[in-house]
């Protein structure tokens, strides 16, 4: 039996969510049904006007706008919705929606507090509905290698995570200015869940963290061209900031934090982009029988294992060779689909913005399977909020000084740093 297209609403229409219109668009090119694009809603209609125009291109039909959720849940135009709102937002769209039984596809970091996030699961529970979160990064073939490689023992027991990315300049990221604003996301939140969500899916949960946190950057730029080839995908920006003005972020731009996992490996995670200079970035997983280097996310390069030196010297193996170790690893048949009907890779060249496309594509067809067959998505709510709660919990460590337990942050025990974001934003 095939099931009817289910309706699609895209609640924010800014930078990303052109990708999820590319999605539908890729689903559409590899043979899924799944979806159609019912409507978009955005508070302003420039971005609203723009994601109905690439609709019009690329699905070949043009959807509703709305500019207001309740609006658009009370026409009952949608089955399901696709939120890339930022992240303050999340909660505020998806609540309704889940309520009502809408189910809900929510960008990364699900939600701005660990509060807002379990309002959301609540929400689903009560209206029955599906609740996924669109963490990408763990989606890409090369990342489903590197947790085969690590299941299948290629590096041993795992005992060290290290993920750095110290960068630094003076401007607005993507010139989206709520990137630095502690009421709206806040790169610590907006970035490191994605590192945050892969540690999660390779080594299993973190049980406890310890961070210093800080703004370094105390004053940032909006640049003319911020988002660089994308920045077609964020001309609405200058809405908020002009170019050539400044921000005074809110929001920290920095945490150095060492992490237990529950399984007994120990990680060290350092982001800033408040170190400018030189750049230092490196994704590497240690374990009893030696390293495994994680390729950047959407990157296609091959992982790079280093086999302890009684293991045969210090010869490395790159995903060909890792693929001859994992016989028995194969890609699941969506991922499949999308990637060229490819059962296996080691590495592939595809253009970012495909990977992208594809990725996103990969959560839509999955949001819809769980929708018809009630399975559960692969990142729930609860995982959803465990990946998030990591960046959170180095926040609630910086602000307090304490050690603080991912059990304290994802019960709404540990509030410290949280607390007057949830007055602010009247989460309760
Ligand atoms: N997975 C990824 O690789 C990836 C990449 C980029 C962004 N993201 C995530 O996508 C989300 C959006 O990021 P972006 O870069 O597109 O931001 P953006 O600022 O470009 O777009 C957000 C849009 O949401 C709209 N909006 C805000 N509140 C709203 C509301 N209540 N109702 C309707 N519209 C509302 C804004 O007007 C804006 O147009 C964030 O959660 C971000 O972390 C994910």
């Known amino acids: 039996m095939t099931n009817e297209p289910l309706r699609l609403g895209i609640v924010g229409c800014g930078g990303i969510s052109v990708r999820h219109v590319d999605a539908l668009r890729t689903l559409r090119a590899a043979g899924f049904r799944s979806f159609e694009l019912a409507a978009v809603c955005d508070l302003r209609e420039g971005p609203a006007r723009q994601v109905t125009r690439m609709a019009a291109e690329w699905l070949g039909r043009e959807p509703a706008i709305y500019n207001d959720i309740n609006a658009m849940l009370d026409a009952g135009v949608v089955d399901a919705l696709d939120v890339t709102t930022d992240a303050g937002a999340h909660h505020r769209v998806a609540v309704p929606a889940l309520e009502r039984g809408v189910h809900v596809l929510v960008e990364k970091p699900m939600a701005i507090t660990a509060r807002a996030g379990r309002r959301m ?184 294992v280093t086999p302890a030196t009684d293991e045969g010297g210090a010869e490395t193996l790159d995903g060909d060779a890792l693929l001859e170790r994992l016989p028995g690893f194969s890609l699941d048949d969506v991922t499949q689909r999308l990637f060229d009907g490819a059962a296996r890779l080691g590495r592939y060249e595809v253009p970012t913005d495909q990977v992208n496309a594809r990725l996103v594509a990969y959560q839509l067809e999955e949001l819809a399977r769980c929708i018809h067959g009630g399975a559960r998505p692969e990142v729930d709510g609860e995982l959803g909020l465990h990946a998030m709660s990591v960046p959170l919990a180095l926040l609630e460590s910086g602000a307090t000084g304490r050690a603080v337990t991912l059990d304290d942050v994802t019960s709404l025990v540990a509030e410290d740093y949280q607390g007057p974001i949830n007055e602010r934003l009247g989460i309760r």
């Open 121 to 304: 699961i609540e929400a689903a529970q009560r209206g029955g509905a599906v609740l996924s979160v669109a963490e990408n990064y763990r989606r890409d073939p090369i990342m489903r290698l590197v947790k085969a490689a690590i299941e299948g023992g290629v590096i041993g027991t795992p005992r060290l995570a290290t993920y750095l990315s110290i960068t630094g300049n003076q401007h607005v990221l993507l010139g989206t200015s709520w990137r630095h604003d502690k009421l709206r996301g806040g790169l610590l939140l907006d970035l490191l869940v994605h590192a945050a969500d892969l540690l999660v899916y390779f080594l299993g949960p973190v049980k406890r963290v310890y961070a210093e946190t800080g703004i370094l950057e105390e004053e940032r730029m909006m640049q003319a061209d911020a988002a660089g080839a994308n920045d077609w995908l964020y001309r609405h920006r200058e809405d908020d900031v002009p170019a050539g003005s400044t921000v005074r972020p809110t929001a920290e731009d920095t945490a150095l934090g060492v992490l237990r996992f529950e399984s007994g490996p120990i990680g060290y995670m350092a982001y800033t982009s408040g170190a400018p200079g030189e750049r230092l970035g490196t994704h590497l997983l240690h374990g009893s029988r030696g390293s495994l280097r994680v390729p950047g996310a959407r990157s296609g390069r091959t992982p790079v």
